[in-house]
């Protein structure tokens, strides 16, 4: 244990995702050691992350303003809708340059034993888009003939998967797709490399409604 200043940088590090007590220590140590423009830099990063950053509001993606630059792009096909389970899963399709429709972040996966279901992600948004209804910001949206479910190849994901295409099949002329085969099982999205992501969203393949 360190003292005062020190070992409370290194307990908040360690409350970081990944990031274990030795990687805490590595980083605080580094910071320690940091020039001071260097440390002002990660003072205003981390304030305007916290104070400039909201969700779309459309989509549920990341923003700095109420529509991500994604829905806000008219050369985006607002007919096909990729569900992800998280923003970073946004960059991983957008990295692949094989999707050109627009994205619905659900905010997580269904974990009933971690006490998340369907209330605690933005399923009902996803069925207000593509019922026609109007988005929070009273604007009507184009109606989805195409929504592409990209879960995690995990259990998690296939739960929050399987309880979605139960949600989409009273859509009437709405095609659900999963992304082909090619993905590891247990592996999460956001570390498939290009390839191997593009070629299953390319192979992408009707679910049994």
């Given amino acids: 244990m360190f003292e005062g200043p020190v070992q409370d ?37 981390l304030g305007k992350v916290k104070a400039g950053v909201v969700f779309c509001e459309v989509c549920g993606n990341v923003s700095e303003k109420q529509r991500c630059r994604i829905c806000a792009d008219a050369r985006r096909d607002a007919t096909l809708v990729c569900v992800v389970e998280e923003p970073k899963d946004v960059m991983a399709v957008e990295r692949t340059r094989e999707f050109r429709g627009r994205y619905h972040v659900l905010g997580g996966a269904l974990d009933p034993m971690g006490g998340i279901g369907p209330d605690q992600l933005r399923v009902r948004e996803l069925l207000r888009r593509i019922g026609g209804q109007p988005t929070e910001g009273g604007e ?62 390319a192979g992408r393949r009707p679910t049994a409604l």
């Fill in 140 to 201: 009507q949206e184009p109606e989805i003939s195409e929504v592409i479910l990209a879960m995690d190849p995990n259990t998690e994901g296939e739960a929050t998967a399987t309880y979605l295409v139960r949600l989409l099949r009273d859509f009437p002329g709405l095609t659900v797709t999963k992304l082909a085969s090619g993905l590891p099982m247990g592996g999460d999205l956001e570390f498939a490399d290009e390839l191997t992501l593009g070629r299953a969203l």
């Fill in 9 to 45: 940088l290194i307990d908040e590090l360690g409350r970081l995702p990944g990031i274990g007590p030795k990687s805490a220590q590595r980083l605080a140590f580094h910071l320690l050691g940091a020039e001071e423009a260097d440390i002002t830099r990660l003072q205003d990063a």
